[in-house]
């Protein structure tokens, strides 16, 4: 049974495509349910953040499966799509796969290398998927071997020693485009995990007035209270602090546009040409494109960031090739254990088709001579076991050889064992 990986993310798809197609934690275990209901899905784990969208499953058959994966992803929540969705996609298989999702563990893949977030939303994908019973004994494995090596890439190498995000990298291009944040009116819009990085980071920078607005007021002024600095409001006083705001940083959950055109347009009238920059880190993303038309105010999304930090990556870059040895073992390590469990049933299936083949002829032999005694008996016993053990040990060591190898071919000489010595046990290897 392949696993697969079929996914979007930064590499290909704009942010406009990804923000369709994102999924709410509140949502994640009934999506997950929804692919369970898949006749080729046996198991699914998804992970859903800002730059990235990708499907783990196990699956019958990789044409028919991957199909599925793609008709739920086109279907799920979002209807009809107004366009093609095959140009943003991609798969992966098998090693593919595996590897994959330790490289966007230990942050190799993500748009800001070595970002700090990823190995939380990766176990938290995780978690959901153990929440919604859709992890079997394979992708839980794989998760845990991905885990591991995110946590080892970070303990053991300097990928993620300097505090690069994406809220941390907003901050940073704020900084390019309107100087230093000391004396400077920030407008933090969410008060989410983003937003709270990004104001940990304006206070370090020193912003020369922080409002945090929020739905909920509370969340808002705990942030607040946390810092030590700066003021809780909620949603219907975001017009007035945008009209004082020199800069915007908004990272909500809302499923709709929160700084619409007319809000911004009326935010404007009273600046007094003052210009607004705007920068959102939300998927889906929280300003009206239509805002960056207005004149005066600036947009930049979670797209243009990445060149914002180029700079401060080098000594990552640097640690990639450590990473990469890393990411290595542990696909060896699993991949080990993978092939152990695609053997085992069929050699265990194997060596008691012949041992229940070897005991009824033993007996039927010895109900024909009775005369034997019991030292002749353990001599034909011996002889008995010698045999099936001798013929028994090409098959087991071919098996075993070419799961070196290949996991698929494995899988296609096991069947071709079971055609040859009938073994009805087989059948329930695909179920393993």
Not at 62 to 67: A, E, I, S, T
Not at 211 to 233: M, S
Request: with cysteine; glycine share 6%; net charge negative.
């Amino acid at each position: 049974m392949p696993l697969v990986c079929l996914g979007m993310s930064h590499h290909g798809a704009p942010a406009d495509v990804r923000e369709r197609h994102a999924f709410p934690a509140a949502r994640m275990s009934e999506a997950l349910i929804a692919l369970l209901d898949y006749d080729t899905v046996h198991e699914a784990a998804m992970l859903s953040t800002c730059n990235r969208l990708e499907i783990y499953a196990n699956i019958d058959n990789v044409d028919r499966g991957l199909g599925q994966l793609k008709e739920f992803l086109g279907n799920f929540r979002h209807g009809g799509l107004p366009y093609d969705i095959e140009p943003y996609l991609y798969s992966l298989l098998e090693t593919e796969a595996v590897e994959h999702l330790m490289r966007v563990a230990t942050g190799l893949d993500s748009m800001l290398i070595g970002e700090a977030e990823i190995l939380g939303q990766v176990k938290e994908a995780y978690q959901q998927a153990q929440n919604a019973r859709s992890l079997g004994k394979n992708l839980h494995r794989l998760f845990r071997e991905a885990l591991n090596a995110g946590k080892s890439a970070r303990s053991s190498t300097e990928i993620g020693n300097e505090s690069v995000s994406i809220a941390t990298a907003a901050i940073t291009m704020a900084k390019q485009h309107v100087g230093a944040l000391r004396g400077k009116d920030v407008v933090l819009v969410g008060a989410g995990k983003m937003g709270r990085t990004a104001a940990k980071r304006l206070k370090i920078e020193g912003a020369g007035s922080l409002r945090v607005v929020n739905r909920t007021h509370e969340r808002a002024k705990e942030l607040v209270e946390h810092l030590g600095i700066g003021e809780a409001l909620t949603l219907p006083a975001l017009l007035g602090a945008l009209r004082d705001a020199d800069i915007v940083i908004t990272s909500t959950g809302a499923s709709h546009f929160v700084l619409t055109t007319d809000l911004i347009a009326d935010a404007m009238k009273d600046r007094a040409q003052r210009p607004l920059f705007l920068i959102d880190i939300a998927v889906p993303r929280d300003v009206d494109p239509l805002v960056a038309l207005i004149p005066g105010v600036l947009v930049a999304d979670i797209d243009k960031l990445s060149e914002t930090v180029d700079s401060t990556l080098e000594h990552r870059q640097q640690a990639i090739p450590l990473v990469e040895d890393i990411i290595h073992a542990h696909v060896v390590q699993f991949e080990q254990w993978y092939r152990s469990r695609v053997t085992a049933p069929v050699v265990a299936s194997l060596a008691r088709k012949a041992e229940a083949l070897r005991q009824a002829e033993l007996a039927r032999f010895f109900a024909r001579c009775p005369e034997l005694d019991k030292r002749q008996r353990s001599l034909v016993t011996g002889l008995s076991l010698r045999i099936v053990s001798k013929l028994l040990h090409p098959a087991i060591t071919a098996i075993r050889d070419c799961a070196d190898d290949h996991v698929a071919e494995t899988v296609e000489r096991a069947r071709l064992i079971d055609e040859i010595f009938a073994l009805s046990e087989l059948s329930t290897l695909a179920e393993e």
